[in-house]
Every structure is written in C-alpha cells, then in structure tokens.
C-alpha cells in the first residue's frame, strides 16, 4: 500500500524532504509506518520525533487526512492514506 506523509515546520528540515509517498505492507498502524518506514529512511527525523527510549515525543502532531492521531492508541492506515508531521508552532 502506498502511504503518503508530509513534513511540517521544522521537521521538513530534519527529513531532508517536504513530503514522499512510501511503500508498505499491509495492514499498517500509523505507528508502525513512523517507527519502521519513515525512521529507516531518514535517521535525523527519527532522532528528532522520537526520545532516547525510543517513545515518540509528547509534542509530535499527527494528522491522518484531517483528523489528528494520538500515538498512545493503535491507528490503522488505508492504501492512499496522506500523513502530515508536525511539531506546533509558536509565534508573536
């Protein structure tokens, strides 16, 4: 199934790209698809979505479609899904 994820505020920077469209297997949580596709891809985004034991930070938002994600509750994916990644944004 192909899934599609898009990098936002300062993790576009981190993984090196705005977006990409990535190849899984099926059935996929989006928790499965962060931890296994995205992180063997792009070690520095890992290194910045996730803390030392390897949990994923409290501040990370995801979004599958329009519908944001919390990463403590197990999220099934659908071929064709579109993921957007974020850290909030602060400003004055």
Do not use: H, W
């Amino acid at each position: 199934m192909q899934i599609s994820i898009s990098y936002l505020s300062q993790l576009k920077k981190a993984a090196g790209v705005p977006q990409e469209t990535i190849a899984v297997e099926s059935p996929c949580t989006v928790q499965q698809f962060l931890s296994d596709a995205v992180c063997s891809r792009r070690a520095q985004l890992c290194n910045t979505i996730r803390n030392a034991d390897g949990s994923f930070r409290d501040i990370l938002l995801v979004f599958v479609g329009d519908r944001q994600v919390n990463l403590e509750e197990p999220f099934q994916l659908d071929d064709g899904d579109e993921i957007a990644v974020m850290f909030p944004i602060a400003g004055g």
